[in-house]
């Protein structure tokens, strides 16, 4: 490599400063599934209503390192009372060196997830399956999206980090 690919600045004791986003690894942090009426719910002839709360929060573990935390809560109620209640916590740890700190948040809090998310919905599908019920299979969510919108709803402000989107 010679200056020239560094706009001829040479690099800093011939580091490389490139942008560099890794996932390390990804992990069940918490997992909770409630069927407080069984067996009586899996008579119940009423179409479930579902909730779906998706929160993401984010904290600094290590140099270069973060854990990125994609909470989804499911609520399912019938006329018959509540059918299930999930709370999944699957988070993952991101290798991040060189990011400039304006494209820090916007990685974690719509990349990371857009990462995470397949992988949680299976989780939550197998875990709802397991528990007697239809998989439940969430639609894909658009994260960047979610993290654009609460950005422009909040000009000036800072994003909260534990509240970035329901759906």
Not at 60 to 73: G, H, N, R, S
Not at 74 to 91: I, N, P, Q, Y
Not at 96 to 102: C, K, T, Y
Not at 142 to 151: E, P, R
Request: aromatic share 8%.
């Amino acid at each position: 490599m010679d200056d020239q690919d560094n706009g001829g600045e040479p690099l800093a004791n011939g580091a490389d400063t490139s942008p560099v986003a890794g996932l390390i690894s990804q992990y069940v942090k918490d997992l909770s599934f409630e069927n407080p009426n069984a067996p009586a719910i899996y008579q119940s002839q009423s179409m479930p209503r579902i909730d779906v709360q998706f929160n993401i929060g984010t904290q600094q573990v290590a140099d270069d390192v973060f854990e990125v935390i994609l909470k989804i809560d499911v609520r399912s109620e019938t006329d018959d009372g509540v059918a299930f209640v999930v709370d999944l916590s699957f988070a993952g740890l991101f290798g991040l060196r060189n990011i400039p700190e304006e494209h820090l948040q916007p990685f974690l809090l719509g990349e990371a997830p857009r990462l995470l998310f397949p992988f949680a919905r299976r989780i939550l599908a197998d875990t709802v399956r397991d528990g007697g019920f239809q998989p439940l299979l969430l639609e894909p969510i658009d994260f960047h999206a979610l993290y654009l919108s609460q950005v422009q709803a909040q000009p000036g402000a800072n994003l909260p980090v534990e509240d970035i989107g329901h759906a």
